[in-house]
């Protein structure tokens, strides 16, 4: 059967394309889709494997079976190998922190975005998250490596997803870098960018209604860092 390949950041540049017509077995699993492109491109024989498989803009397990036509996206692992994730279980800050510290860096931020009782005039009951994950997944990674291109910062994005109460964490971002002002300025960077650009949608409930929100504080859009 017939696939399509879709390749990032080292892994794209090791194939020298970004997407790739695969012919594979039947019954190849989205975990062995590497396998079969390492044996094709030696190249990626000295990248790490991918941290993440989506099959149709679908996050799935390695062992989820292909089918005719899939396309298929194998993601890399983010600059220093810093923490990109959406979780359903309350945001472990620490680990948050912990996954951005190296010896290189000098400071470190921390964003935390929590839960709010009160917005527009009303008493806030709860929220709720979703996103496009795959996508989100994705575009996450992509902050994270600008950071690390423009100010020397190894970024970590953490993002809830579903119902959150009062106090709750939605969103955690770390950022490390060899002095202050580049991890601040990264920090910035990331959350401005999360806002305006990752696929996740908020929505507030409160005593006889709900209502999905935008972006509350709207900022100029953060500009692409030069390389």
Known sequence: MNITVSLFAAHREAVGTPTVQLAVPDGTTAGGVWDILTTRYPNLNRMPRPTT?????TVVPPNAALAEGDRVALLAPVSGGSLIE???DPIRVEAVLDSVRHPSAGAAVLFLGTVRDHSRGRDVERLEYEAYEALART????????AAERWGARIAIVHRLGALSIGEISVAIAAAAPHRREAF???RFAIDALKQTVPIWKKEIWAGGAEWIGEEEPTTPPAAPKS
């Open 53 to 57: 498989v989506a099959i149709n803009d």
């Open 139 to 146: 575009e996450m990674a992509r902050i994270a490596e600008q």
């Open 185 to 187: 300025e990264a920090g």
């Open 86 to 88: 959406l979780v359903r």
